[in-house]
């Protein structure tokens, strides 16, 4: 049924995403690769989520690299997805379904063989020679300045042709486009425009802090490591946390571009947008300055929360510090996707806890103010799967292997059939491996038992709906001596409280003077219990009422 958010331009404040990575979703053509008939033919199950929107991992022309996130056609799809027409056709289906369709937009940087670079790289003097960032080599032959990858070694690939280096923040295979020309902006508006023109109704930006590099190419200076920041840049085995980069991204020029973006969805009116920002430390003053205004981006997420941490307190710090940095900006939660570990397995202390932990995630992630993002499978409480490095397709997780493991363990194949053929997603062996341990969690294997972690997903997605304050009401932070995280959620003369144990044991909170229950709201998998003053929670415990005005 659809949400009562697709009413207005504004569904995407409060809404429900769900991540989709096709690769690993269905396979209907018999390949172990997933594919857009694939999402189109379980959209069905994602709707009975009740979630408002999904948002596509890369399906367009690439030559897979980096998974789809090195783009070698912006205006096409890659055919182990299938074709233009396959995406349409799950588009209609999906808004049929009551769900809007968020693809992702990755246009900090494009393949090696896309045809710009392809011409960029071809010698200095043709039109698109300054598509993309060159520079001369140090005196020595060496690189330009200091900045590294993400995906291991210096930011910079030496091409001898044109005898420069060129920059890539990610793969060799992955040069960065030149942002400080206009050429190269508008180029990438106008595919931004195709597929606004197909229907889509809204972009997740990939790196978005990552357009814009110093003009002056100055050096990154060693990162001074302060233990209250929120955000890391990087796993602690891979040098390109140890620098402040303060010249590799985030540069004050991207406001400008969002601010083109912007303009050019709000043309076609209806239409959202989600940033992807990591920018260590600075995330949320990041998000703060992308965010604010109504003239940039409509929201962002950090990995702020993609973290090992699952506390009161660094939940209540995170939360806190968006609120007090973006005053008229948007947030988007979420505690798993494609690049992190998934949360259960980073969260639990002992197996015997992952559904448990896995209810009281969802439940949190719900009450939160901002939109939430599911990422496939977490609504199954499926643990990260354990692969051989033989089985690894991540080039990061095998430069860094064994210190860090990669992404793969995040990606393997959607659960459906725990009796069928490589548990329904496909008729032959999978890109990655199934694990035996998902089997046992598998979609056939929750749809009927009422107490099933994906039971508890659709109860807790539908309770937020429910509730016109989890959708975009007002959050204030109780005051307590205890390690909980309280909260209450106001709009329309509704005035929700919500108390969560993040503890392994039970603990009896004290309310403020002043606060008082009138009536107990049934949460979803739960059963705390309010007497007086005093709320008693056993151990990974929630507890929701309703307060006097």
């Not at 009796?419 to 341990?437: D, R, Y």
């Not at 937020?464 to 975009?472: F, G, I, V």
Request: charged share 25%; hydrophobic share 40%.
């Amino acid at each position: 049924m659809a949400s009562p958010l697709k009413s207005n331009a504004d569904w995407w404040r409060g809404a429900v995403i769900y991540q989709v990575y096709p690769r690993s979703f269905q396979d209907t053509t018999g390949d172990g690769l997933g594919d857009l008939k694939g999402v189109t033919q379980r959209l069905p199950y994602i709707a009975s989520l009740g979630v408002d929107a999904i948002w596509l991992s890369p399906f367009f022309t690439s030559p897979m690299a980096d998974m789809g996130y090195d783009v070698s056609d912006y205006c096409n799809v890659d055919p182990m997805f299938g074709t233009l027409a396959d995406f349409d056709a799950m588009l209609t289906t999906a808004h049929e379904l009551g769900i809007k369709v968020i693809i992702d937009q990755v246009i900090s940087h494009t393949s090696d063989q896309h045809p710009w670079f392809k011409e960029s790289r071809s010698d200095r003097t043709n039109p698109k020679s300054d598509w993309y960032v060159w520079a001369d080599p140090k005196p020595d032959g060496t690189a330009p300045n200091n900045w590294l990858s993400i995906f291991g070694g210096p930011a910079w690939e030496w091409d001898g042709v044109r005898k420069q280096y060129y920059m890539h923040n990610f793969l060799g295979s992955q040069p960065d486009l030149n942002f400080h020309n206009p050429d190269v902006q508008e180029a990438l508006l106008e595919t931004v425009r195709f597929w606004l023109r197909r229907g889509v109704d809204g972009f997740r930006l990939d790196t978005a802090n990552f357009y814009f590099h110093d003009k002056e190419l100055r050096d990154n200076p060693p990162l001074v490591y302060d233990e209250d920041a929120i955000g890391l840049d990087a796993p602690d085995v891979n040098p390109y946390g140890m620098q402040n980069h303060l010249y590799d991204k985030t540069q004050p020029e991207n406001i400008g571009f969002l601010q083109r973006f912007r303009a050019l969805l709000d043309e076609f009116g209806g239409r959202a947008s989600v940033g992807e920002v990591g920018d260590g430390a600075r995330s949320l003053k990041t998000v703060a300055a992308y965010t604010g205004g109504g003239d940039k981006l409509h929201m962002c997420y950090t990995f702020d929360l993609l973290g090992p941490d699952f506390t009161a307190t660094h939940i209540r710090r995170c939360v806190a510090a968006f609120q007090d940095a973006v005053t008229d900006g948007w947030v988007c939660w979420a505690f798993s996707n494609h690049d992190v570990t998934r949360h259960v397995s980073r969260f639990v202390q002992t197996e015997e806890e992952r559904e448990r932990v896995a209810r009281l995630a969802i439940s949190v992630l719900a009450a939160l103010r901002g939109s939430i993002c599911l990422y496939q499978g977490e609504e199954l409480a499926l643990p990260e799967a354990e692969l051989e490095l033989a089985d690894l397709r991540d080039p990061y997780g095998i430069r860094f292997w064994p210190a860090f493991k990669g992404r793969d363990g995040c990606r393997t194949p959607m659960v459906w059939e725990r009796e069928a053929p490589h548990a329904g997603f496909s008729s032959v062996k999978p890109w990655l491996p199934v694990p035996a341990m998902h089997r046992a969690l598998a979609v056939d294997q929750q749809e009927t038992p009422p107490g099933s972690v994906l039971a508890h997903y659709r109860q807790t997605l539908a309770f937020r709906k429910k509730h016109a304050p989890l959708l975009d009401g007002s959050m204030t932070f109780l005051e307590t001596n205890q390690d909980i995280l309280a909260f209450t959620r106001e709009k329309g003369g509704e005035k929700l409280l919500f108390v969560f144990n993040l503890r392994r044991g039970p603990q009896t909170v004290q309310l403020p003077k002043g606060i008082t229950v009138s009536e107990v709201v049934p949460m979803p998998g739960f059963a705390a219990k309010a007497d007086g003053g005093e709320i008693m929670l056993e151990a990974l415990d929630a507890f929701c009422g309703r307060l006097l005005p």
